[in-house]
């Protein structure tokens, strides 16, 4: 029954008339598989419902699971989400309560929507260019991939489907009003939900990284990718060129994303004058704080200026901080 619940309601988003990524689809999927099995690996039953007969004790029993197990509340907040999508297929739409319904406390399942800290390679202590120059013996193309995520603020997957000849065009075929005009030549970058944004290209660092790109690429409408892959392959190998050279959250405290998080961060202290409030810049004045968080969420493919805070931080970070930083204590 699941299997023919996934068929016919898998591709649909469970709150807008839309679909859902393949990503999303197939990380769906897992859960719900995974969700079924754990009732009677994890929760004590001796054999998984028909999703038919899901109840309260079902989800009441899994959520007390993944409280032992530790779960971080971004995860529990996504495996509700799925179950509500489940709810929603099997016209139970309340099947699934809130969080504290379940004796869920905030701080279990509470996202943090800004972030805490500088998750850049630079806070972490990691040399950008000396970890490309090394990624660049063992794999040119994922280097490539990772300095594009650097010089442009990209996603993984938007970097792998980056073509360095096609999607660099002339201000004048971006179609953005003349009041835009910030370089002569622009990256086309489509991202999350399909957004486009375009991005000026008014670095030499840039230039440099499409110049490198473009001699790895087989032809003038060819991506980043290696054309012997596909989509998720090319993907899997950035993941494992990452993990190979440690860069990982257990191992390095930050992960490919992190090239991201410092192109924004800077561009927020290009912007602001000051630097971001997770990497201890001072608040700025509201006007100013605004114009920089907007160049912040536009950079990253955002359509909401809130989520600059997810890479900058917030002003109430910085508004906290201890005025005298003597009187800190040392970092351990």
């Given amino acids: 029954m699941l299997d023919v619940l996934l068929r016919l309601f898998n591709m649909q988003h469970t709150a807008l008339g839309k679909t859902v990524s393949h990503k999303t689809r197939h990380e769906r999927a897992r859960f719900l598989r995974r969700f079924f099995r754990d009732l009677v690996d994890k929760a004590g039953f001796r054999r998984p419902p028909d999703p038919r007969n899901l109840g309260q ?48 406390r905030l701080e279990e399942y509470e996202r943090h929507e800004y972030a805490q800290r500088d998750k850049s390679w630079r806070a972490q202590g990691l040399d950008v260019e000396q970890v490309l120059q090394q990624v660049a013996a063992f794999d040119p193309r994922i280097a490539a991939c990772m300095r594009l995520m650097h010089v442009f603020g990209l996603r993984d997957k938007e970097s792998v489907m980056l073509r360095p000849h096609a999607h660099v065009v002339p201000f ?33 660092a840039q230039r440099l990284a499409l110049a490198q790109a473009r001699t790895l690429v087989t032809g003038q409408d060819a991506s980043m990718g290696d054309p012997a892959r596909t989509l998720r392959q090319n993907l899997r190998r950035l ?94």
């Fill in 57 to 104: 004790k079902h989800v009441q029993a899994m959520v007390q699971v993944w409280q032992r197990e530790r779960l971080a509340p971004a995860t529990i907040q996504t495996y509700l989400s799925f179950l509500r999508g489940l709810a929603s297929w099997l016209d139970k739409p309340g099947l699934v309560r809130p969080p504290a319904h379940y004796g869920l």
């Fill in 239 to 332: 993941m494992y060129v990452l993990e190979k050279f440690g860069i990982t959250r257990r191992a390095a405290g930050t992960t490919g994303h992190g090239l991201r998080h410092g192109h924004v961060n800077d561009l927020y202290e290009q912007i602001g004058g000051v630097p971001s409030p997770v990497r201890g810049g001072p608040v700025l004045p509201p006007v100013q704080d605004r114009a920089a968080r907007k160049a912040v969420a536009e950079r990253a493919g955002h359509a909401r200026l809130r989520a600059s805070g997810a890479y900058i931080g917030s002003v109430t970070l910085a508004r906290n901080r201890p005025s005298d930083r003597s009187a800190e204590p040392p970092c351990g």
């Fill in 172 to 204: 004048a075929q971006t179609g953005l009003p003349d009041v835009g005009l910030n370089a002569d030549d622009y990256l086309w970058v489509k991202g999350k939900g399909g957004r486009v944004r375009w991005i000026a290209i008014d670095a030499d």
